[in-house]
């Protein structure tokens, strides 16, 4: 009931900057969280950044300091600038969110993934 679509990925080369966004719609209530995760082939999903509804984040260590996550809560939108991309950030980026749906008589909780978007850092 809750779709993500996420763009923005592409090919980049390595120091460059792309800016992933996912924009989430359906029978949303609230949003709690909104976070982004990558998945690079041969290894697990991890989380990359995530922001509450209060804008309080966390990042995981290696990208600290070049990504930067932010949302615009009005549009139900998450983003995330990448900035002096390295080869090692080469991962499909999968966009998440959790919050309620607006279900009547009670609110349920929700957490959606979007489809992924591919990022390649080459030269």
């Known amino acids: 009931q809750v779709q993500l679509v996420e763009s923005g990925g592409g090919l980049v080369q390595p120091g460059g900057s792309l800016r992933l966004s996912c924009a989430a719609s359906?029978?949303?209530?609230?949003?709690?969280?909104m976070g982004w995760y990558r998945q690079a082939p041969g290894k697990q999903r991890e989380l990359v950044a995530r922001?509450?509804?209060?804008?309080?984040?966390d990042y995981e260590d290696s990208v600290k300091g070049r990504f930067t996550i932010s949302r615009d809560n009005a549009k139900n939108t998450v983003y995330l600038q990448m900035n002096s991309l390295k080869p090692e950030d080469t991962a499909v980026y999968y966009c998440?969110?959790?919050?309620?749906?607006?279900?009547?008589?009670?609110?349920?909780?929700?957490?959606?993934w979007g489809q992924g978007t591919p990022v390649t850092v080459s030269s």
């Open positions: 998440k969110a959790d919050g309620l749906l607006a279900t009547i008589p009670l609110k349920r909780v929700f957490g959606s």
């Open positions: 359906g029978n949303i209530f609230s949003i709690n969280t």
């Open positions: 922001i509450n509804s209060g804008g309080s984040t």
